[in-house]
């Protein structure tokens, strides 16, 4: 059975702090790692998509890639209220074929002003 | 460009009834992903089709199937309803190879009476 792992939270962090959302997953043939936001009652949104090992920033976000500790993670530089939602970690993996993807739980964040 | 429309919006449904959602995808993309999402949790891969065909499947009873039409639209079929088929079913495009990511529709909520 492939798993995200996510802690629910809620992670509660102060405007114009940063966040650091964390994510491990359990099948090592993992290719593909994603960040979604999903504010309550919608449906999730892309952030960032990560491929390779390091460090990939696109704006306020960074994601960062250790396939060696099969670790995913997300920082949010300068924290606002509107990132008050829940972020989820979704892996893919190669298998039969076709690329089946596998979501975490999400980590709930909270930023207070 | 066309995002992923699903329909309905909101569906109640008495257990042991049949019910069918519907999904167009984004233009452009070739695959559909269908999502279990209860309350809480992150979305389950239900199953996934390509070129009208079931190319994954997650960890789903028989019950749920599904169908791509040739212009890449889906329709998810959930069989003798049961009352913790309530949730909310989201679908999602992609291409084949979903590096880019996933592309979700704003969801079906549904509640089995």
């Known amino acids: 059975q492939k798993e995200v792992e996510q802690n629910s939270g809620p992670l509660s962090v102060p405007e114009g702090a940063i966040a650091s959302l964390n994510c491990t997953y359990s099948d090592r043939g993992s290719q593909s790692f994603f960040w979604y936001r999903q504010y309550s009652g919608k449906s999730p949104e892309l952030i960032m998509f990560i491929y390779s090992n390091g460090d990939k920033e696109d704006g306020r976000f960074t994601a960062q890639l250790n396939k060696a500790s099969q670790y995913v993670s997300l920082l949010i530089r300068d924290s606002q209220p509107s990132d008050s939602a829940t972020y989820l970690c979704a892996v893919t993996a190669y298998s039969g074929g076709s690329y089946i993807p596998t979501f975490g739980r999400g980590t709930s964040l909270i930023v207070h002003p | 460009e066309t995002g992923v429309t699903q329909s309905p919006t909101h569906l109640i449904k008495t257990r042991g009834q049949q019910v069918t959602l519907r999904c167009s995808s984004q233009?452009?993309?070739?695959?559909v992903s269908w999502y279990q999402q209860a309350l809480g949790q992150g979305p389950q891969f239900i199953f996934q089709y390509y070129r009208e065909e079931e190319n994954g499947r997650g960890n789903f009873p028989p019950r749920f199937s599904g169908l791509q039409f040739p212009n890449y639209s889906s329709e998810l079929n959930v069989n003798a309803l049961e009352l913790d088929d309530s949730a909310l079913y989201l679908c999602a495009s992609s291409f084949s190879n979903p590096a880019g990511g996933y592309t979700f529709g704003s969801g079906t909520r549904l509640t089995v009476v």
């Open positions: 233009s452009g993309h070739n695959t």
